[in-house]
């Protein structure tokens, strides 16, 4: 198990790291670089200005050399300013990682807490009403665009009824109430898309566990149809959910591109595009690497989750 | 065709799902209607691109029936051009990423060893990604700076090939993984053995003895990642990253719907719901076809 653990934990740095150099490298080819930005903002630069700034910042030397000096600066804590917010990259990225964070884990907590049920409910009955139902509200969940039910929600209780505000973010010092109406349609957005897919995977798991050998004895020794859908079998289908369930953990911290974009949340998923968007060369990257970094540790959290619930699940070639 | 054969068998179960039998016609009807746009174009007598700024947003009509967008387009028109960029790049790049996931699974799972390590390592280490903010960047690239001549890179269709790269380079992993396993037990049988005993090659034995078996699979995957590809394509032309105007594609339709959503609420409605009822079109119809192909998988 430790062996497993080390690994994996090993496997992820080398990822980390390659990803490091392949994300600098890609930023380097977006359009236009930051000397572009100095002589559009100062129509007095000549061309050797410009030759001289390129020298001055290392911008002339091959792609691996600044690859590496910057992983050297980056390394002792200088991750550089960002452009389009005039201060630091860590201070930019610590209020977006926690808007994201509050974002996030509200949609999962209430993804989690509705899909679940739904899941299990749909499994005891199969081929019911209520199956049929929650397959169908499934099925929508993983179809629709995020972007588009975020505009149909703007539309609705902006726009028509007018209850919600479209975007944006409670101002400094507003009331808890206040704050919580802005987070309504984005969580809902976010929400939704989750709980198609969980609560598919909750079904297909819990159908799994009803066909076994136990459920069968606990139904002969009469228990009731309910007590061993949710007292029996609940507990051990709920193993491979929870793996999924970690896996999306990364998530909750690299924010919902998408659906902060379209509400102006300040959160992470808005900032890297912002930053991509808007040429901010140090902040979008350590923007991404942050992100990356943190979903290959969900990932890491999934499989010692699986391995932690399920004792059947020996790592690590030892006998099963 | 024989009552008892595999194949008749899979028809008659997929018969029996209603959902994508209705899938298949609503997709069908969908292909048909944009395959005849030029004829709707004739019909109303204007084309897909004409600006026309002295009826900006007007509602539906009869001679537009749906309405024209902020620049007096006719969005009916719009759609239905629309809807061949969107379906012709969700089949093209669903279909380009498979092959490449099936050359990959097949060669991991036929040559295991280290080949197998390697390219599983890479598989893993693509999924746990963070893929839309890297495909955002991968979409903002600056094509000419990879030394990429200049008729390319302002050629019109160029935003076209660049989304079915990054879908393909992307979206291959689920297939190479499916594929690998197969192969895996596959290649075990006594028919693999007879044809590397006649002295086959691996390539023959890989591509004619092993990837026969496989197709039913990856069909099925193929289909079921058609609706991930149409909305990505659509998420990525939302932000105006994907396919570009005037060129209509049912994501940057909405891109201007967005700012116009006071106005024009209903130019925001159409193309949405045509991207949603097409991929739950698709994801019904991977779901039918892997009960028909594969009983056991559910029940």
Redesign the interface.
């Known amino acids: 198990m430790r062996q497993f653990l080390l690994n994996r934990a090993l496997q992820s740095l080398v990822v980390i790291i390659i990803m490091s150099f392949v994300i600098y490298s890609l930023i380097g080819l977006m359009p236009g670089d930051p000397i572009d930005l100095m002589i559009s903002a100062n129509p007095n630069m000549t061309a050797s200005d410009a030759a001289a700034l390129r020298e001055l910042y290392g911008l002339d030397l091959p792609i691996y050399e600044r690859y590496w000096n910057w992983l050297g600066a980056a390394l002792s804590g200088d991750l550089g300013y960002s452009r389009l917010f005039g201060q630091p990259v860590l201070a930019v990225l610590l209020p977006a990682l926690k808007n994201s964070l509050i974002l996030m884990g509200t949609a999962f907590l209430l993804a989690v807490c509705i899909a679940i049920p739904l899941g299990t409910l749909a499994a005891s009955k199969p081929r019911s009403a209520v199956d049929y139902g929650v397959n169908l509200f499934a099925f929508a969940g993983i179809s629709i665009p995020s972007f588009w039910l975020a505009l149909m929600l703007i539309i609705v209780f902006s726009v028509f009824l007018g209850w919600l505000p479209a975007g944006g973010i409670a101002s400094n010092g507003a009331g808890l109430l206040e704050y919580v109406k802005y987070m309504v349609l984005p969580v809902a957005t976010i929400a939704t898309l989750s709980i198609g897919s969980y609560s598919r995977y909750t079904r297909s798991s819990m159908l799994e566990v009803l066909r076994q050998d136990y459920v069968r004895t606990a139904r002969a020794k009469g228990a009731s149809n309910s007590r061993v859908v949710w007292k029996h079998a609940l507990r051990n289908a709920m193993i491979p959910v929870v793996t999924i369930l970690a896996l999306d953990f990364g998530y909750l911290f690299s924010g919902a591109l998408v659906t902060e974009t379209i509400f102006s949340w300040p959160g992470m998923g808005k900032l890297i595009f912002d930053s991509v968007m808007g040429n901010d060369f140090n902040l979008a990257l350590v923007a991404l690497l942050f992100a990356t970094a943190l979903t290959l540790i969900g990932n890491l959290l999934a499989d010692i989750c699986y391995a932690l619930l399920d004792p059947r699940i020996v790592i690590g070639g030892g006998k099963a | 065709m024989n009552k008892n054969s595999p194949l008749f068998l899979a028809f008659r179960r997929f018969r029996r799902h209603k959902l994508a039998i209705f899938s298949v016609c609503v997709l069908l009807s969908m292909v048909l209607a944009v395959v005849f746009a030029p004829l709707f174009e004739a019909w109303l007598g204007v084309g897909a691109n004409d600006v026309d700024l002295y009826s900006r947003m007007v509602g539906p009509s009869l001679s537009h029936p749906l309405g024209t967008d902020e620049l007096g387009r006719d969005v009916l028109l719009r759609l239905l051009y629309g809807g061949r960029i969107s379906l012709f790049t969700g089949l093209t790049a669903a279909c380009f990423a498979a092959t490449i996931g099936t050359v990959i699974g097949l060669l991991a799972g036929y040559f295991g060893g280290r080949l197998d390590a390697v390219l599983m390592?890479l598989t893993?280490?693509i999924i746990?990604?963070?893929l839309?903010?890297?495909l955002?960047?991968?979409a903002?690239?600056?094509l000419s700076?990879?030394g990429l001549p200049q008729a390319i890179v302002e050629s019109e269709n160029v935003s076209f090939y660049r989304i079915v790269l990054i879908v393909a380079i992307t979206g291959w992993t689920a297939v190479a993984r499916l594929v690998r396993g197969a192969t895996l037990s596959i290649k075990e049988r006594e028919f693999i053995m007879a044809a590397q005993g006649v002295g086959a090659g691996h390539l023959h034995v890989m591509f004619s003895h092993i990837l026969p078996n496989l197709l039913s699979p990856i069909i099925v995957a193929v289909t079921l990642s058609i609706?991930g590809v149409i909305?990505l394509e659509?998420?990525l032309s939302?932000?105006g990253l994907g396919i570009q105007p005037p060129m209509a594609s049912w994501g940057n339709m909405?891109t201007n719907?967005?700012q116009l959503?006071?106005e024009a609420?209903m130019l925001?409605?159409y193309?949405?719901?045509l991207?949603?009822i097409t991929?739950?079109s698709f994801?019904?119809l991977g779901?039918g076809l892997q009960d028909a192909f594969d009983p056991k998988a559910?029940?």
Do not use: H, M
């Open positions: 390592r893993d280490s746990a990604l963070p839309l903010p890297l955002i960047v991968l903002a690239i600056d700076k990879l609706g909305l659509s998420v939302f932000f909405l719907a967005q959503i006071w609420p925001a409605v193309p949405g719901l991207i949603f991929v739950i994801n019904f779901d559910e029940y």
